[in-house]
């Protein structure tokens, strides 16, 4: 079964895209760390109903890799915005073999004591112009929504758009209430409710 884990939100710095959220949301980002194996770095916020929040962008400490990072980072360019949504899976390999669309194959994963997988295509990108979800598998438990101090921040709805968004629908193997598909170019809107009203974050 696959069910929403967290969103991203990519700057081309970590700073531009942390800045991007707290002005968003009205709430302070907490600490994150570094993925080796991508040359990225996050910082996170906890949300309600076990979702949580990311911002990240490619750590400058790290050179050129021999692969594709993932999210896309390296063809990123422009403001900081809400890139991509990620959803958990009990069954990764499963999953990835039941979709007929390139999602990529699974990639172990650590920053500290967190273990996953993720899904990642060769060449960094996701279906429908990285409008299709980041399938991932944790392998530790509890996990970042758990362990991360509520900011008092809720999801409320997640406007997924793309000119064909009644395919992407069909294909997505995620049933959510909050996530609604609507035609329009490609990119993502997510409404909050937060300690200051409903807010949104794109």
Same mark, same amino acid.
């Given at each position: 079964?696959?069910?929403?884990?967290?969103?991203?939100?990519? /700057?081309?710095?970590?700073?531009?895209?942390?800045?991007?959220?707290?002005?968003?949301? /009205?709430?302070?980002? /907490?600490?994150?760390?570094?993925?080796?194996?991508?040359?990225?770095?996050?910082?996170?916020?906890?949300? /309600?109903?076990?979702?949580?929040?990311?911002?990240?962008?490619?750590?400058?400490?790290?050179?050129?890799?021999?692969?594709?990072?993932?999210?896309?980072?390296?063809?990123?360019?422009?403001?900081?915005?809400?890139?991509?949504?990620?959803?958990?899976?009990?069954?990764?390999?499963?999953?990835?073999?039941?979709?007929?669309?390139?999602?990529?194959?699974?990639?172990?994963?650590?920053?500290?004591?967190?273990?996953?997988?993720?899904?990642?295509?060769?060449?960094?990108?996701?279906?429908?112009?990285?409008?299709?979800?980041?399938?991932?598998?944790?392998?530790?438990?509890?996990?970042?929504?758990?362990?991360?101090?509520?900011?008092?921040?809720?999801?409320?709805?997640?406007?997924?758009?793309?000119?064909?968004?009644?395919?992407?629908?069909?294909?997505?193997?995620?049933?959510?209430?909050?996530?609604?598909?609507?035609?329009?170019?490609?990119?993502?809107?997510?409404?909050?409710?937060?300690?200051?009203?409903?807010?949104?974050?794109?």
């Amino acid at each position: 079964m696959l069910t929403l884990d967290h969103l991203a939100v990519a /700057g081309d710095s970590l700073d531009a895209a942390v800045a991007h959220v707290e002005e968003a949301l /009205g709430v302070a980002m /907490g600490p994150g760390g570094q993925h080796a194996h991508f040359g990225t770095h996050n910082r996170l916020l906890g949300l /309600g109903d076990g979702l949580y929040l990311e911002a990240i962008a490619v750590d400058p400490s790290v050179g050129d890799l021999p692969y594709a990072r993932w999210f896309d980072l390296d063809r990123f360019s422009g403001g900081p915005k809400l890139g991509n949504w990620i959803c958990r899976s009990d069954d990764l390999d499963a999953d990835v073999a039941a979709i007929a669309l390139d999602v990529g194959q699974p990639v172990k994963l650590t920053r500290g004591d967190l273990r996953w997988r993720m899904a990642v295509p060769k060449s960094g990108a996701l279906p429908f112009e990285d409008c299709f979800p980041a399938l991932m598998q944790w392998d530790v438990s509890p996990t970042p929504a758990t362990l991360l101090a509520r900011s008092g921040c809720t999801l409320v709805r997640l406007e997924v758009a793309h000119p064909e968004a009644a395919k992407l629908q069909d294909v997505v193997p995620v049933r959510d209430a909050r996530v609604v598909y609507v035609d329009g170019a490609a990119g993502m809107r997510a409404t909050f409710d937060t300690p200051h009203g409903q807010r949104v974050l794109q």
